[in-house]
């Protein structure tokens, strides 16, 4: 699964982790990825998305329809 949200499109991020002596190392920071399905009524069927748990609070907000239309409209394919 890759890391990274169909709606949002976060990706993970890299950085340095820095030690109490200031050393520094690479590291990244991943999103809270989850995988979620949803019925989409208009549709009659179900989709299974990778989704941020932020993009899962801007579903509930926006709804199914027009969330999908927003992935839609990155081009992402359901």
């Keep these: 699964m890759s890391a990274h949200c169909q709606l949002t499109g976060v990706r993970p991020v890299f950085g340095n982790h820095v030690s109490h002596s200031h050393r520094r190392t690479r590291r990244r920071w991943d999103p809270n990825i989850q995988r979620r399905r949803y019925w989409v009524p208009s549709e009659g069927r179900h989709v299974r998305l990778t989704l941020s748990a932020r993009a899962?609070?801007?579903?509930?907000?926006?709804?199914?329809?027009?969330?999908?239309?927003?992935?839609?409209?990155?081009g992402e394919k359901i």
């Design 56 to 74: 899962i609070k801007t579903i509930d907000q926006i709804g199914i329809d027009r969330a999908l239309a927003r992935i839609r409209a990155r």
